[in-house]
Nanobody
């Protein structure tokens, strides 16, 4: 049983900040989580991802601006987004996938079987 519910999207001006939250209910013993985004007319892409043991990865374009984290109870996934740019405008999705190893995480979309409903982020110049 997996449930993912995002919140925290909105509209900001360039340079501003937003924090996305994803309430997670995952019954797998080990799993990885990620934030993906999809801009109009573009493919869905991984933004940041986190393993069950806390290992993390992210795409190069958000280096130093976005931070993925999770609370200690593993019930909420976060994406802190700072120094937002207009090109960050997209629908952001929380995703979960079953993992064989607690240290594994991935940016590969096809490894994620469960998705939230999405949170819209709009950044104006």
């Amino acid at each position: 049983q997996v449930q993912l519910v995002e919140s925290g999207g909105g509209s900001v001006q360039a340079g501003g900040s937003l924090r996305l939250s994803c309430a997670t209910v995952v019954t797998y013993t080990t799993y990885f989580l990620a934030w993906f985004r999809q801009a109009p007319g573009k493919e869905r892409e991984a933004v940041a991802f986190i393993a069950d043991n806390g290992n993390r990865g992210h795409r190069e374009s958000i280096e130093g601006r976005f931070t993925i984290s999770r609370d200690s109870a593993k019930t909420t996934l976060y994406l802190q987004m700072d120094s937002l740019k207009p090109e960050d405008t997209a629908m952001y999705y929380c995703a979960a996938g079953r993992s064989a190893f607690a240290s594994s995480c991935t940016s590969s979309r096809d490894q994620y079987n469960y998705w939230g409903q999405g949170a819209r982020v709009t950044v104006s110049s």
